[in-house]
């Protein structure tokens, strides 16, 4: 039999697919967190591991120097903060992971270890930090930052930004908390020291106010794709999650952070690694495809658009200069996600802009047809790249609805957990446990 995988929902704190004819009053409902809530109970029952919240603070101008397309589609905005949505989503689940996503750009470490480590308790150790330094300068600027440091001097940050959190996580030693009824201590002040920390870029002097929750540290998950951002990725997550149609090149991220791993002194087996699928499953084969071609076929000229701009949005590239049935722009450098444009560039050689879009939109090896279909592709991708799991995701504004998690949920996943490719169950008690359980 196969080596079973993890699936993960990868989701954004935003309207989903409001103007599809199944968003029902999703538009108006999401930013109370019911359409998560309801989400997030169905993954639990499918087997997910964990749901990931990206996040960022922008409304981006990325696309012609101005808000309009941003806002027109919902890009980056309306994106309510994914924070303080965790611990509504764990109340009224048990076991599955959440993830929400806090920049070392823009927090101040303290504020970020602080409020981790209050949603573990919150969740009784069910939370994970997506880790990212932010690409953009129209965000930074909302916090008082002209300009973001450069790409990789980021991740000379986020290092720091790292050992300062951890450092405070463990200010407190374990049996920091006494509550000794006879002396009357809550806690042994000689178990709480101050980090003193003094850095390039951080000052902190701690501890931290509180006790680390359940998890110690909460799961921390990245998605680097530089070789700095891969190091580091390889050196602190336990879920790092990537993007790629193609499997060899899956294959080569998998194996390279593992290799990372190992040189940076770390288990390899303390990581594991996702990468985005965006399945269409259908009753019939014909369904499907007829489904993926709604979704993903740039029939629509709002598709065609907006895809654009999602492109503008994470290359900080402005892709209404070119002509979209001309060749694919080569020599493009970026201050944004360099790798991300340089993985673009490479992919869509010999493409045109427009054929870009399809693959851009479904980011993912294509996976359509019927339940049997797509879970043998999926084993055969696992097979075939080594990677731990996928992360599932629809496009925001074109296929997230329910109807579409209800074909993940009640038709894909338990295809997959009868094969017993997907977990059915979660043993342990916290979400890094069950995470690295397989
Ligand atoms: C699955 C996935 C999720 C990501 N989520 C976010 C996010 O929420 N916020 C953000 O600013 N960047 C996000 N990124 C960007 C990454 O943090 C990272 O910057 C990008 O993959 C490029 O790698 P690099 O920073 O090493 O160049 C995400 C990337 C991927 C592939």
Known sequence: MSRPFHLAWFTSFKPPAWR?????VSGEEWMTGEYYVSMVKQLERAGFDFIMFEDSSLVSEALGGTAEMDLKHGLHSPKLDPFPLLPVLARETEKIGLIATGSTSFYPPFILARVMATMDHLTGGR???????????IA???YGIDKLLEHDERYVQ????????????????PGAVVMDRETGHYADHTKVSPIHHEGTYFKVRGPLNMPAGPQGHPVICQAGGSPAGRDFAAQHANAIVATNPLLPRMKEYADDIRARAERLGRDPDEIRVLFHLSP??????????????????MEDPLQVEQTLAILAAVTSIDWKQFDLDEPFPQGLTTNGHQSVLDDLMARNVGKTLRES??????????????????????EQIVEDTGIDGFLIRAETGLSHTRRYIDSICFGLAPELQRRGLVRTDFPHATFRDNLLAF
Do not use: C, H, I
């Open 158 to 173: 986020a290092q720091e930004f790292l050992d300062v959190v951890k450092a405070l996580w463990d200010s407190w030693e």
């Open 20 to 24: 599809s004819p199944w968003g029902g």
């Open 127 to 137: 939370v994970g930090w997506n880790v990212v330094t932010s690409s953009q300068d």
């Open 140 to 142: 930074a600027q909302n």
């Open 280 to 297: 269409v499953v259908g009753e019939t084969e014909e369904e499907a495809w007829s489904v993926w071609r709604r979704t993903y076929g």
């Open 357 to 378: 879009l399809t693959e851009r939109a479904q980011m993912g090896p294509q996976t359509v047809g019927t339940v049997a279909q797509v879970a043998d592709r999926m």
